[in-house]
């Protein structure tokens, strides 16, 4: 039963009601008013200087929200509901939120579609090497758009999300497209699994199975801060899906990518891990609406048994600093730096734990880029020795062609650089979902 929620002074408006709507109800069910408190930081504005989401217009988020545009939610629809619209408003997640609210893929799945006649039809030793097309492929497309009607959620601008205790978003996709000032804070997102993967035969030398979510995805968003929250595929491993045609059956996309335009974003004290496709910046070759933007700060992440895009970046201006890559599963790791086209990463005083079968030349990854600045860098191989390291100059010793050593900027919004040696003690310590609640 939904009840309004007193916090001192002020009463929380829950699952959308309007104050007086929410009162009326408690007072007909005579059922006990709950008191619960709004977090400080719930309210907490990026700071002036910290990082590519302080500049513009700076990052608020909802801080300005009054009384009347505070909720606490329980369940998918009601996080829909008061996370839509552009004024001022913090959300309160309280507990586990299942975006599917219990559907299954076997729900979303079309009458014309399933998975066997879908590989007995596309086998590219039957297909050959084409993309997909006709009523089957027309099925799977019908079942894809099902399930992202239930499991995306558009977040509008002027927006905080703050999870309480133990708050949790599974299988859900936060859209922020074309919105502005968002803060999302103390959240764990889970499992963001596409049912319905695309077969593409032309990527790559040997086709990929290609997904459609991500946990969060800013689509031409301004001004975003994610900070302290927690990603990961939890029980649902890329590592354990089948092989289909040669090669791995792949249910996620992205945990937090940033594309089609979108600038000024700060990603700070996260921990993202146990995925292979981390934090895509900028998602096409071609100039266009990326060029001059995609600023974007990422510092004091906990990066722990990624596979690749630890970000892979394209056309923007990425300050890398204080980091904690925690690379020990050398079955899973690809890279983590993706140099790509009109990229300028800064990466600075970051921190590299690794299993001694990743050489330090596959942190870096060309992907059409030609420059890149690096300095400060510190790895370790287990409990072994700490030792200075130029990832860069290891990947332009092992590879061909060199990618330059100057990005062609220096960051000037920073929260302050810590020493490198202190990273790994700092980052563990508050990367992920535990501000206070």
């Known amino acids: 039963m939904h009840v309004h929620l007193k916090l001192g002074l002020t009463v929380l408006t829950v699952a959308g009601l309007t104050l007086a709507a929410a009162t009326a109800i408690a007072q007909a069910a005579d059922t006990r008013t709950t008191s619960v408190t709004v977090p400080a930081q719930a309210r907490q504005p990026l700071a002036a200087n910290d990082g590519w989401g302080a500049a513009g217009a700076g990052t608020t988020g909802g ?12 369940t998918r629809d009601e996080l829909v509901a008061a996370v839509a619209g552009n004024t001022p ?13 219990g559907k299954t893929c076997a729900d979303y799945a079309d009458p014309a579609y399933s998975l066997d006649a879908y590989l007995a039809a596309y086998d590219p030793a039957v297909w050959g090497r084409v993309a997909p097309s006709g009523p089957l492929e027309e099925a799977r497309v019908r079942s894809t758009r099902t399930q992202g009607e239930q499991i995306k959620v558009n977040v509008g601008s002027n927006t905080t999300i703050y999870g309480l205790k133990g708050a949790q ?5 936060l859209l922020l497209t074309n919105v502005s000032n968002v ?17 593409t035969p032309t990527d790559g030398a040997e ?3 290609n997904s459609l979510y991500d946990n969060v995805t800013l689509s ?13 595929d939890g029980a649902n491993q890329d590592v354990d899906q089948p092989v289909y045609f040669g090669r791995p059956y792949q249910v996620h996309d992205g945990l937090a990518d940033i594309i089609r335009g979108s600038d000024y ?3 700070s004290y996260n921990y993202l891990f146990e995925h292979d496709k981390s934090m895509l910046i900028g998602s096409t070759n071609t100039p266009g609406v990326d060029v001059g933007k995609l600023r974007v700060t990422i510092h004091h992440n906990r990066f722990a048994n990624l596979g690749q895009r630890i970000p892979r970046v394209r056309f923007g201006q990425v300050d890398v600093y204080n980091n904690y890559f925690y690379l020990t599963d050398e079955d899973t790791f690809s890279y983590a730096f993706g140099v790509g086209v009109q990229s300028a990463i800064y990466a600075e005083n970051n921190f590299v734990l690794r299993s001694a079968d ?13 420059v890149m600045t690096e300095r400060g860098t510190l790895a370790r191989v287990g409990t072994g020795p700490i030792v200075a390291v130029n990832l860069l100059a290891e990947f332009n010793a092992a590879s061909d062609p060199d990618i330059g050593t100057d990005a062609g900027w220096t960051p000037a919004l920073r929260a302050g650089l810590d020493p490198t040696a202190d990273v790994p003690k700092i980052v563990t310590a508050n990367a992920g979902a535990r501000l206070p609640v």
């Open 207 to 209: 086709g990929n199975w």
């Open 183 to 199: 803060i999302i804070r103390n959240m764990t997102f889970v499992d963001a699994a596409d049912c319905f993967p695309a077969w």
């Open 89 to 101: 408003k913090i959300v309160l997640v309280a507990g586990k939120i299942d975006a599917n609210a």
């Open 358 to 370: 990743i050489p330090l030349g596959n942190l870096v990854y060309n992907w059409g880029g030609t």
């Open 169 to 173: 978003l599974l299988a859900g996709n």
């Open 63 to 74: 801080s300005a929200a009054d009384d009347a545009h505070v909720f606490v939610v329980r």
């Open 220 to 232: 031409g968003a301004t001004n975003v801060w994610l900070d302290h929250n927690t990603f990961t």
């Open 265 to 267: 974003v700060t990603v």
